[in-house]
Nanobody
Framework: EVRLVESGGGLVQAGGSLRLSCAAS????????IGWFRQAPGKEREAVSC????????YYGDSVRGRFTTSRDGAKNTVFLQMNSLKAEDSATYYC?????????????????????WGQGTQVTVSS
């Protein structure tokens, strides 16, 4: 059974940093790219990032590019999302998910429908 567990969320002041973790189990970690999404109350789910398994190259949404960085640790079967220079508008529940086509994010990485398995989410709140 595929299982993704996010952690690391919390309350932080604007300008601060957080590092989220996505612990994966139940599948071969190198077989699937992992995406991060976020959803704030009343808003649509938004793509944050996706990381390829082949070379750890990553894609980022426009609103986080330059501030957020995603990385993988194969030894721990964990994907990280380092979030710096946080803004109030970054407040949301953050989810990680496995890419349905395998280890490559692909051009449609920003569609939530392109992912199969999801974690339960971790809440991030940025106070202004």
């Amino acid at each position: 059974e595929v299982r993704l567990v996010e952690s690391g969320g919390g309350l932080v002041q604007a300008g601060g940093s957080l590092r989220l973790s996505c612990a994966a189990s139940g599948f071969t970690f190198d077989d699937y790219a992992i995406g991060w999404f976020r959803q704030a109350p009343g808003k649509e789910r938004e793509a944050v990032s996706c990381i390829n398994t082949s070379d750890d190259s990553a894609y980022y949404g426009d609103s986080v590019r330059g501030r957020f960085t995603t990385s993988r640790d194969g030894a721990k079967n964990t994907v990280f999302l380092q979030m710096n220079s946080l803004k109030a508008e970054d407040s949301a529940t953050y989810y990680c998910a496995t890419r349905s086509i395998g280890g490559y994010c692909g051009r449609t990485y920003y569609y939530s429908e392109a992912y199969d398995s999801w974690g339960q989410g971790t809440q991030v709140t940025v106070s202004s």
